[in-house]
Nanobody, 119 residues
């Protein structure tokens, strides 16, 4: 059974780059069929899809965040990463990594990690 765990700093200063890592147990980003997602939930708001990396290593990001988002993977470490540049307090959220498919059906989630953007 696949398990995902997010890690990264809980506090980031405005204008800096937020960097998170999702470590996968019991699976790999190269497994056929699966997509590996980053999703966030700002306080008091719903879930917001950030982007994904697929089993080929191709990435796609939400148009609203595309200019600031970079998603990559380390297949040896079974990890994929999120970098979000030029953060503002509006990027404060709980960030999740998840596994899913091309129809955005998610079948496994990390527990989430709180990231606060503040000086």
């Amino acid at each position: 059974q696949v398990q995902l765990q997010e890690s990264g700093p809980g506090l980031v200063k405005p204008s800096q780059t937020l960097s998170l890592v999702c470590t996968i147990s019991g699976g790999s980003t190269t497994n056929n069929y699966y997509y590996w997602f980053w999703i966030r939930q700002p306080p008091g708001k719903g879930l917001e899809w950030i982007g994904y990396i697929d089993y080929w290593g191709s990435t796609y990001s939400s148009p609203a965040l595309k200019s600031r988002t970079s998603i990559s993977r380390d297949t040896i470490k079974s990890q994929f990463t999120l970098q979000l540049s030029s953060v503002t307090p509006e990027d404060t959220a709980v960030y999740y990594c998840a596994r899913g498919n091309g129809n955005f059906y998610y079948d496994s989630w990390g527990q989430g990690t709180q990231v606060t953007v503040s000086s």
